[in-house]
């Protein structure tokens, strides 16, 4: 991206937000433009400073992550959500991604893990760290088995693995041997099939059904 990523950091934690600014702000193409513990003073940032991305906890005292998640989205859908919590039980990652948000890491997460999840959901991508897609598809929803509700086609299921290991659309393409724009086509349907609105909703899907080895 050549223009700057704009954050804003929720979290009730002070000295977790001034430390994450202070990582932040040593990186040229991340502008830290806000942050709050308060969901009021978290909306108003968002609404005077149109961020791309959202840092936010789950645990706020007497804001609650997971709502003020689903309240950003019914509002401003076009804002990411990344998830930055000390929680990785799955029932936590399956509650804000039902909420809306596109990426979810850990507290303990290094720096660059860190710059590489909010770049890739300012890209519109979804980004699981390794731990919770680790602790996904170890404590995945038991089902006796998949959904058969909803016929996908082998494609579809290749398609939908690739996205749910976090590859790009051009990755996939260049997996499967196929052009970009077809990708692309793959994607639309699946989100219609299946009836969710973003990737996240795809990747829950997978995991749902245990379509992740």
């Not at 840092?55 to 005292?61: K, N, T, Y």
């Not at 390794?130 to 509700?149: F, G, H, R, W, Y």
């Not at 996939?172 to 349907?189: G, P, Q, Y």
Request: aromatic share 4%.
């Amino acid at each position: 991206m050549n223009t700057k990523i704009k954050v804003i950091i929720a979290d009730d934690h002070k000295m977790f937000r001034d430390g994450l600014k202070a990582l932040l702000s040593k990186e040229k193409l991340i502008d830290v433009c806000g942050d709050s513990d308060n969901e009021i003073e978290i909306m108003n940032l968002i609404k005077e400073k149109s961020p791309e991305v959202v840092l936010m906890d789950i645990d706020m005292g007497e804001t609650n992550g997971i709502d003020l998640t689903r309240r950003i989205k019914s509002h401003y859908s076009g804002i990411n959500v990344l998830a930055i919590s000390m929680h990785g039980d799955q029932e936590y990652v399956i509650k804000m991604l039902e909420a809306g948000a596109m990426g979810y890491i850990l507290k303990n997460s290094g720096k660059e893990e860190v710059l590489t999840a909010i770049k890739s959901i300012a890209n519109g991508e979804t980004y699981l760290s390794q731990e919770v897609s680790k602790c996904l598809m170890l404590n995945a929803i038991q089902k006796s088995k998949p959904s058969t509700d909803i016929p996908l086609t082998k494609r579809e299921v290749e398609v939908l693995q690739l996205i749910s290991q976090e590859f790009s659309n051009a990755e996939i393409a260049n997996k499967l041997f196929v052009s970009t724009r077809t990708i692309d086509t793959h994607r639309r349907n699946l989100m219609e099939k299946l009836a969710v609105k973003n990737t996240a909703g795809l990747v829950k899907y997978a995991f749902r059904n245990k379509l992740i080895e």
